[in-house]
């Protein structure tokens, strides 16, 4: 990996959806800056959200996911890319797993493994929870239960509509995605059969854990639908 020859990472985030969290992460120069480029398997809004951002754009649009993955191993192998950061929707193949052990990461709206999946967003909502978060994990053997990087909580507030803790949920994955791309470039992650340490992480966080230690992951905010920032909406009574 180029960590290991001191030379800056290489990563690619992979995805299917609108892009709504790289779109705000990409405004960050130090994740930036570690981003080669994008590769989609359809035309998608992170696609078109990429490119907005003079990152380069891949869309490989394969009949199988088989052969997306294929293809998608070969473009990382010929680019020498360190880490994926991962929204893609579907598993990737046994063998894409077996030749980036530990170094898929994916990004979950919700806890794992209690709410896996693609509708899992809705299963919380139908669950009535009490708590909500977000899961970065390092994809392993079975699709969403992975080697856990990084979890976020937030309290379900009843009194608030189901898109204000939504969008609670997504500035917390902004802020992950941040994080764990700064441990992962500092050399500080590292696996123990199915666990994940980070050196010198602290966990005195009741909404992070490991916490935040990261300027550009500390600061980040981002509007509510409501057009007001979420400190200001939390002291509405």
Known sequence: MNKASNLPLRCVITASTGGAVLNECLKHPHFKSMIHSVVCDRACGAAAKAREHGVPVE??????????????????????????????????????????????????????????????????????????GSTVEFIHERMDEGKIILQTVCPWDANQPAEFTHHRVFIQQCKSLLQVARWLSDGRVATD?????????????????????????????????????????????
């Open 59 to 132: 869309v490989f649009t394969q009949p199988t996911g088989e052969m997306f993955c294929t293809r998608l191993h070969d473009y990382l192998k010929a680019h020498q890319i360190d880490y994926v950061f991962s929204f893609y929707t579907s598993f990737y193949s046994k063998a894409i797993r077996r030749a980036f052990v530990d170094r898929l990461v994916n990004f979950h709206p919700t806890l794992l493994p209690a709410f896996k999946g693609n509708d899992a967003w809705e299963y919380v909502q139908a669950y009535g929870v009490r708590f909500t």
């Open 193 to 237: 059969g199915c666990r994940v340490a980070v050196r010198d992480a602290r966990f005195d966080s009741g909404e992070f854990s490991p916490a935040l230690d990261f300027s550009e992951a500390l600061d980040f905010t981002c509007r509510t639908p409501s057009g007001r920032g979420v400190d200001a909406e939390l002291k509405m009574p």
